[in-house]
């Protein structure tokens, strides 16, 4: 193989991770940073400022019980170098890119090794073997999408382990091995697991790994053991991930779940981890697709990839076994596998392996050419506007002050002591006179509903009496002095009724002077919308719509299944007599597909669905002109749903 051919896979890696390193940026700068991130990031943040064993109020436990990630201690110290959010994500991406560069260079040695029959050598199949196992490593749209969704350490991980086992492959007696074995352990319970499938697989692999992989598998079980008794695996979820498979015929959990009883349960119904895997095979195809399922032949990389593969295949959890971060290790895995497996083909059929390399090439671009170009569209879900805002709201927050904000944007407020999301009902522990609540009810990835959201801004406005300091850009920020014997800050349920000031449409716009009970929304002068994006979850039923408004000229009042983008009802009013409340009939028969995407041809993934219901949307119209003001919608079941 021409030494050109290696030399130009580092060039583009290199190149991979300068976009890889501009995307990250633009991910930060445009807060595309939610619950997980956080979670680290307060770590990170709380360490670098002395606070050796933080408690990580995210989660609500110290930041080891987790997952036992001792290295974020290390890694804290780059906080005095860089002390801003973006250097996690960059630290991500140069993970990544290493991994890469390790799996590449195996690939290489596998590669030049390969000869035709005869055992004379080919030319012209190591280089084709090269490009095709760089081609799976850089086209995997599974990387991006990875490095898209906020810092984990199990990519920081994936370095380590397969430094760690190219080590061993070359060397078994090396002592770097221990050393990369030790680095990959310190990322946590989940990169434990790594080192006990590749440790396996190194010692399936021949006679002369055999000894070496053992005691590397043997260390990573020793020391996932010692994790679990000191409880610090917390974020692992044994049993309510995998509690489940402990249960009995009857379905009824056992008291405690524990690794011995999951093991009991799998053994006494089997049936369940086999139809489990069945009905998700499609997604755990997905996962080693673009990488080249071939590689899965692999005596070293079988056994750590089908762990991987089990372990979030069998989660209870559906995004779990979606690709995503917990299968980081296939991406970068596999493709040293199907290599390999290549190599070995080419040795006595190297037409055959040339073609099936091709196949392979082909395969890894069809899959990014599906899915890299909806990257941007999944993950940066805020808007340039919103995201100006959020950073001059940061800018007011004084250091020590708690944040509570919406789990979506919550990565840029958790580089402080208490930082709270808001992912739906519940409350939250006061702990400094001054609490700042940031909302930001349809910017960014949320999982708490818009109504929800329009909620919260409510009751801060009206039975909190906090100061409202922001209201732009669809973010609204407020200052709340709780008094001396409040403890909480109480998140409400959805309520009926959400005030028109909250949910101004593009025609729309918030009148916020005043006391509260005089807030409102008031039109433009434009034609369109003066209320809309009060987003709300609905079964079919009948319901009914009342809006509370006052209107000079004609306007319609509407209710939208959105969803299906149907017009469920609507009133039309040529004006009122000053503050008028209209009220019209809902009737909602039936529930609309989601039209989620999932791919095309044989690159699909089978999405998460959301939850049972379709979205419903009280809206005002204007033809523009005249002054229109909506003060409240509400939209209430009049009927049991269907």
């Given at each position: 193989m021409p030494a050109w051919v290696r030399r130009a896979g580092y060039v583009v890696l290199g190149a991979q991770f300068v976009v890889l390193a501009w995307w990250s940026a633009r991910l930060a700068g445009r807060d595309a940073l939610t619950w997980d991130f956080s979670f680290y990031h307060q770590a990170w943040w709380a360490i670098?400022?002395?606070?050796?064993?933080?408690?990580?109020?995210?989660?609500?436990?110290?930041?080891?019980?987790?997952?036992?990630?001792?290295?974020m201690w290390p890694l804290a110290l780059l906080a005095w170098v860089w002390p801003h959010a973006v250097t996690l994500l960059w630290v991500q991406d140069l993970g990544l890119v290493g991994a890469e560069v390790v799996a590449f260079t195996w690939l290489c040695d596998l590669a030049a090794v390969t000869g035709s029959r005869g055992g004379r050598r080919s030319a012209w199949l190591p280089t084709v073997l090269v490009v095709a196992g760089l081609v799976s490593l850089v086209a995997d749209p599974w990387v991006y999408w990875t490095l898209s969704f906020d810092f984990h350490l199990e990519v920081v991980a994936v370095f380590f382990a397969l430094a760690a086992a190219r080590t061993v492959a070359r060397d078994p007696s090396s002592r770097w091995a221990w050393v990369w074995v030790?680095?990959?352990?310190?990322?946590?319970?989940?990169?434990?697991?790594?080192?006990?499938?590749?440790?396996?697989?190194?010692?399936?692999?021949?006679?002369r790994w055999r000894r070496r992989g053992i005691a590397v598998a043997a260390v990573g079980v020793v020391w996932t053991l010692v994790l679990t008794v000191a409880g610090w695996n917390l974020g692992s979820g044994l049993a309510s991930g995998y509690g489940y498979l402990a249960a009995g015929a009857s379905g009824a959990l056992p008291g405690s779940v524990g690794l011995g009883k999951l093991v009991v349960g799998?053994?006494?119904?089997?049936?369940?981890?086999?139809?489990?895997?069945?009905?998700?095979?499609?997604?755990?195809y997905a996962n080693v697709g673009p990488a080249g399922v071939l590689g899965l032949a692999s005596p070293w990389v079988a056994v750590a990839c089908v762990l991987v593969l089990l372990e979030n295949g069998l989660h209870a959890n559906l995004l779990f076994v979606l690709p995503g971060f917990q299968g980081i290790l296939l991406f970068v895995l596999v493709p040293v596998g199907t290599v390999g497996v290549l190599a070995a083909v080419g040795r006595r059929w190297s037409r055959l392996a040339l073609v099936v390399a091709l196949a392979v090439t082909l395969n890894a671009v069809a899959w990014g050419a599906v899915w890299v170009p909806r990257t941007s569209a999944q993950w940066l879900r805020v808007s340039p506007a919103a995201a100006s805002v959020l950073a001059a709201v940061e800018r007011q927050v004084p250091a020590g002050a708690e944040v509570v904000a919406s789990q979506g944007i919550l990565g840029r407020f958790s580089g402080r002591q208490w930082a709270y999301g808001v992912q739906g009902a519940g409350t939250f522990p006061v702990h400094t006179r001054t609490v700042w609540v940031v909302v930001a009810p349809a910017q960014g990835i949320e999982t708490e509903p818009v109504a929800g959201a329009d909620a919260l801004v409510?009751?801060?406005?009206?039975?909190?009496?906090?100061?409202?300091?922001?209201?732009?850009?669809?973010?609204?920020?407020?200052?709340?002095?709780?008094?001396?014997?409040?403890?909480?800050?109480?998140?409400?349920?959805?309520?009926?009724?959400?005030?028109?000031?909250?949910?101004?449409?593009?025609?729309?716009?918030?009148?916020?002077?005043?006391?509260?009970?005089?807030?409102?929304?008031?039109?433009?002068?434009?034609?369109?919308?003066?209320?809309?994006?009060?987003?709300?979850?609905?079964?079919?039923?009948?319901?009914?719509?009342?809006?509370?408004?006052?209107?000079a000229a004609p306007v319609d009042v509407e209710v939208w299944d959105t969803t299906g983008n149907v017009l469920l009802a609507r009133r039309q009013l040529v004006a009122t007599n000053?503050?008028?409340?209209?009220?019209?009939?809902?009737?909602?028969?039936?529930?609309?597909?989601?039209?989620?995407?999932?791919?095309?041809?044989?690159?699909?993934?089978?999405?998460?669905?959301?939850?049972p219901g379709d979205q419903l949307e009280v809206r005002v119209w204007t033809p523009g002109g005249a002054p229109v003001a909506v003060y409240s919608v509400e939209l209430q079941l009049a009927g049991s749903p269907r």
């Open positions: 670098a400022h002395g606070h050796l064993d933080p408690f990580d109020s995210v989660a609500g436990y110290s930041f080891v019980r987790s997952h036992g990630e001792l290295l030790g680095l990959t352990l310190a990322c946590g319970d989940v990169a434990a697991t790594y080192i006990v499938g590749l440790g396996l697989g190194a010692a399936i692999a021949g006679r799998v053994l006494e119904h089997p049936q369940r981890v086999v139809s489990t895997l069945w009905s998700r095979r499609v997604d755990l409510a009751e801060l406005a009206g039975p909190l009496h906090a100061d409202l300091v922001v209201a732009r850009a669809g973010v609204w920020a407020f200052r709340w002095t709780p008094g001396p014997a409040v403890t909480a800050l109480t998140v409400p349920a959805v309520p009926a009724t959400t005030p028109g000031w909250a949910t101004p449409g593009p025609a729309g716009q918030a009148v916020t002077v005043g006391p509260p009970s005089t807030w409102r929304a008031v039109s433009t002068g434009q034609a369109g919308y003066v209320v809309a994006g009060d987003y709300r979850r609905e079964l079919p039923g009948r319901y009914t719509a009342t809006v509370v408004l006052a209107t000053g503050q008028e409340a209209v009220t019209l009939p809902v009737d909602e028969v039936r529930t609309y597909p989601h039209h989620t995407y999932a791919g095309a041809g044989p690159f699909r993934i089978t999405p998460v669905e959301p939850p």
